[in-house]
């Protein structure tokens, strides 16, 4: 009984030993590591012919943003989620480019995250016109998630016009040189004005950005309202005359002319926009000389009064605002 005894408990030693062991050798499961869910992104733009890095290009990407590049010819998108993209890279002097890619795929540095991709541009080939006293103008119409806005009617110095394309771009070409208000207009869409200098036998460029209607300024609840500075004007050299507009269509088309009754004539300002409030500010300088250097002198020398009005029409809506001007 004893020798059983002893037997037992030598058995129920050696089974504690082997679980002990067991207990110490027991190997960790290793989890194999986690995909990451976002990407840093690199985007570097370069001529097609000289492979050579292009400055100032703007690189659009729905659902990520916009940016321009710097000196180095690149672009940089931080927390960018995995999928696949298009972008749109435009640069002046180059035709408009689009681009797909997948994130994250064989250009993924997996050293530090970084997805670089390269987009490379060709050479508008267009002539800038007939001549080397025109130029040539490229627009872009990019909404503000950075999608091209196709169909938008685009007007150079209210004489040179152009639509864009599924990619939001337009080129117009036989432009003479100078300075230009460009305006741009799309349905369900508030387009801000630009000025550009064009020259002479050269290419220009500009992105213009498309406001969703639903985002923009409300108009104001007050009728469209015109002040001018001074109400008494002096016939004089250099004298000055500032227009002041309120309540008008925000980011609108607005135009101020001058006549002898209440209506838009005799244009005095071509088109301007107003700003996202619905206001505007325009100036006109008095200069009387034999040729009528002015607007402004020749229109006010056509008075058979002492007084104009200053009319301004709010295109949106087809309202018009007047105001008196004495002098």
Not at 4 to 31: D, Q, R
Not at 168 to 173: D, S
Not at 202 to 208: K, R
């Amino acid at each position: 009984m004893e020798e059983e005894m002893i037997i037992i408990g030598a058995s129920a030693a050696a089974v504690l030993i082997v679980l002990y062991l067991l207990a110490g050798s027991s190997t960790a499961v290793v989890k194999p590591p986690q995909a990451p869910t976002a990407y840093g992104l690199s985007v570097s733009v370069l001529d097609q012919s000289t492979s050579s890095t292009i400055p100032n290009a703007t690189v659009s990407i729905p659902s990520i943003g916009t940016q321009v590049t710097t000196s180095s010819g690149s672009v940089s998108f931080s927390n960018v989620p995995a999928g696949t993209y298009t972008a749109t890279v435009s640069a002046s002097g180059y035709t408009v480019a689009t681009q797909q890619f997948t994130i994250p795929d064989a250009n993924l540095n997996k050293s530090n995250g970084v997805d670089m991709e390269t987009v490379y541009l060709s050479k508008e080939t267009v002539s800038p016109g007939t001549g080397n006293s025109y130029g040539y103008l490229q627009v872009t119409v990019l909404n503000t998630l950075g999608n091209p806005v196709p169909g938008a009617s685009v007007i150079v110095g209210n004489q040179y016009t152009g639509v864009t394309n599924s990619a939001g771009f337009v080129a117009i070409g036989n432009i003479p040189g100078g300075t230009y208000n460009v305006q741009a207009s799309a349905i369900g869409y508030i387009i801000q004005g630009t000025t550009i200098n064009i020259t002479s036998g050269a290419i220009a460029g500009t992105v213009m950005s498309a406001i969703p209607v639903a985002n923009s300024v409300p108009p104001s609840s007050i009728s469209p309202q015109v002040t001018l500075t001074p109400s008494n004007f002096s016939m004089t050299n250099g004298s000055l005359l500032v227009v002041s507009g309120t309540g008008f269509t925000p980011g609108g088309v607005v135009q101020v002319g001058m006549s002898a009754s209440n209506t838009v004539t005799n244009n005095l300002s071509g088109q301007l926009t107003a700003n996202s409030q619905g206001s505007f500010t325009f100036s006109a300088q008095y200069e009387n000389t034999s040729t009528y250097t002015s607007t402004l002198a020749y229109l006010l020398s056509k008075s058979s009064g002492n007084s104009m009005y200053i009319n301004v029409k709010d295109f949106a809506t087809g309202d018009i605002a007047s105001a008196t001007l004495y002098f």
